[in-house]
Structures are given as C-alpha cells and as structure tokens.
C-alpha cells in the first residue's frame, strides 16, 4: 500500500471545492490547479495578466514548500489560459520561478475558469 498523505498550507489559498491543494504518494505530489488567489483574501489578485501568474506560481510555491520539496522539484506543469495571446507573459513569468532544466509542460487555451482567472495552473512534483 502506498504511504499516501494530504498537503495543506495556509500559505496557499484554501480548496474552494472538493478537493485538496496537495495529495502526496510515497515521493510524488500531485498538486492540484491554483488561481491566482491572494492566500490571505481568497479573492483575485488586483491587475494585470502577469500579476495573476505570479500569484498562481507563488501559491505553487507555497505548496510545493508545504510537500516537503520546491518549486524546482515539479516535473510536469500544465498551464491553462484563457487566451493563448499571454503564453509569451508565461514564459517570462515562469522563469523567474523555475532554474533549467524546466519541467515538462503543456499551455491549453481554455474558455473559462474559477472566479473569472486569466490563468490556473496544476503539476507534478518529486521529492
């Protein structure tokens, strides 16, 4: 039997569903999507697209943190947007969280998300 365990911060913003931030099995951790909620408010960030996932990658952050791991340890980020015209905005926010060699990644352009979000973001992370 796996060693399964949940993963909770309150350096992330609460699950607003049935759902936890984090499910860790043996070394792996399966992150659930993250918003660009301000931990604190559990409201959306004020401005910009680029403000948003920041957010969104400060809150995995905070997760992956909460794992026992970082940030630098995730091994598949899926990326969802609402409009694929920010894509070049994600990559340049997302290497100032991640050092190469980066993670695995898909970008899917979506229609809508939780709360009106520009973006989500979920993942892998070994530890």
């Known amino acids: 039997m796996p060693n399964r365990s949940i993963v909770e911060t309150s350096n992330a913003p609460a699950a607003i569903g049935t ?10 951790v399966y992150l659930s999507g993250q918003i660009p909620l301000d931990p604190a408010t559990m409201t959306l960030v004020e401005g910009d ?10 809150n995995i952050t905070a997760v992956c943190e909460a794992a026992g791991g970082s940030i ?14 920010n894509f070049p905005v994600v990559n340049e926010v997302m290497a100032q969280y991640f050092d190469e060699p ?11 998300l939780p709360k009106e979000a520009l973006i989500e973001a979920d993942g892998i992370l070994v530890v």
Request: net charge positive; charged share 10%.
């Open 19 to 28: 759902y936890s931030q984090a499910v860790k099995v043996n070394n792996t």
């Open 49 to 58: 697209f680029a403000a948003q996932a920041h957010q969104v990658f400060k």
């Open 72 to 85: 630098q340890q995730v091994v598949k980020l899926n990326i969802y947007l609402t409009d694929l015209s």
């Open 102 to 112: 980066y993670p695995a990644r898909a970008a899917i352009g979506i229609s809508q």
